[in-house]
């Protein structure tokens, strides 16, 4: 629009109008709420749990369930470091609640289980099945350390009896080249003790 077919002082667009009723009963854009100018979102719940990466997530929201987009508490405290927090210990999840608890003393702080702010329900089913899975592989690395010293206690009583890493490894189910490695990293040790 050139300067010539501006309104003059006193015209011009009414935007109140556009974004309130006329008037003023509610909002007629999406997305616009019908709130008092300044008006300030008190957060009535922060959720708090852990995202599709394994990090924590939280959620600040007014009382009306509106996402509150808060960098800080209003109380001058500086953004929380998260990474103070381990997501992997139960510990870090209390310190994280209590921490929250002190910084929103009026907000009803909740955690969540399962995956925040994942996009789809497929994304996070997955990231579930990912974690039983480091879980179950956790779990194996635990077994397969309470074998192998099994196995260190049977290699010398195995030397004894005189019997070779075939029959070793058969009855086992080790490999025949993880019991000759073995072997050989226990014989020495053997003959130190002579």
Do not use: C
């Not at 405290?77 to 910084?103: F, M, S, W």
């Not at 029959?167 to 053997?190: C, M, N, V």
Request: proline fraction near 7%.
């Amino acid at each position: 629009m050139s300067e010539h077919d501006q309104p003059t002082a006193g015209g011009g667009i009414d935007y109140t109008s556009i974004v309130r009723g006329t008037e003023g009963t509610g909002p007629t854009m999406p997305g616009m709420f019908d709130s008092a100018p300044g008006a300030v979102r008190v957060p009535g719940r922060v959720d708090f749990g852990i995202d599709s990466l394994g990090q924590w997530h939280i959620e600040v929201r007014a009382h009306d369930g509106q996402l509150l987009e808060v960098t800080d508490d209003g109380m001058g405290n500086q953004p929380i470091d998260l990474a103070a927090y381990p997501t992997d210990n139960p510990a870090g999840a209390v310190d994280l609640h209590a921490e929250l608890t002190r910084r929103f003393p009026d907000s009803q702080v909740v955690w969540r289980p399962g995956v925040m702010n994942s996009l789809d329900e497929a994304s996070a089913a997955a990231h579930r099945a990912l974690a039983a899975a480091a879980k179950d592989r956790k779990a194996a690395r635990a077994a397969a350390d309470t074998a192998g010293a099994s196995l260190r206690k049977a290699l010398p009583l195995a030397v004894k009896a005189r019997l070779g890493p075939a029959e070793i490894a058969t009855r086992t189910g080790y490999a025949r080249s993880t019991i000759t490695s073995a072997l050989t990293d226990l014989i020495p040790a053997q003959d130190n003790t002579r």
